[in-house]
C-alpha cells in the first residue's frame, strides 16, 4: 500500500511539471509566451490580450503581428497596439482579423534584443469565439 502512495505521488508530481502551461514555445532560446485574452478573440472586432515570456534575459522588446496563412499565400493584417506593462508582459491592443477568408489566423511573435535584432519568432494559432 505504501508503495502504491508513493509510486500515485510519484506520477501525480511528474503531471504537475508536465502541465507547466506554454502556449507559445519558441524551440531555439527554450522560452515560453502565454497569452491570455481580455477581449475575444473575435474575428471583425478589435481584440485585446495580454502576452507574458518566461525568465529570461535575452528579450527586451517583442513584435506581435496578426498574420494568416492561405492556401496559396500568406498575409497581414492592420498593425496591433503594443504596450509594455511589466518585465516580460506586453498588453496586445486593436488586434483585428478579417473573416470570411479560406484560411488561419496566427499571431507572429517576433522576440528581440536590446539592438533590436530577432532573436527568434513563433506562430500561435488563433481560435475564435464566435
Ligand atoms: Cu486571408
Redesign the pocket.
Known amino acids: 500500500m505504501k508503495l502504491l502512495i508513493t509510486i500515485f505521488a510519484l506520477i501525480s508530481m511528474n503531471f504537475t511539471f508536465a502541465d507547466e502551461r506554454c502556449d507559445v514555445k519558441f524551440t531555439k532560446t527554450s522560452i515560453c509566451a502565454n497569452i491570455d485574452w481580455i477581449y475575444g478573440p473575435y474575428l471583425d472586432q478589435y481584440n485585446s490580450a495580454k502576452i507574458s515570456l518566461s525568465e529570461n534575459d535575452k528579450v527586451v522588446t517583442i513584435k506581435v503581428i496578426p498574420w494568416?496563412?492561405?492556401s496559396n499565400?500568406e498575409?497581414g493584417s492592420r498593425p496591433v497596439v503594443l504596450t509594455k506593462t511589466g518585465d516580460s508582459e506586453f498588453l496586445i491592443e486593436k488586434a483585428y482579423f478579417?473573416g470570411g477568408?479560406?484560411?488561419s489566423?496566427f499571431f507572429k511573435i517576433q522576440l528581440n534584443d536590446s539592438t533590436n535584432n530577432l532573436i527568434e519568432e513563433a506562430r500561435y494559432h488563433l481560435e475564435f469565439k464566435k
Open positions: 494568416m496563412v492561405m499565400h498575409h478579417m477568408m479560406d484560411g489566423w
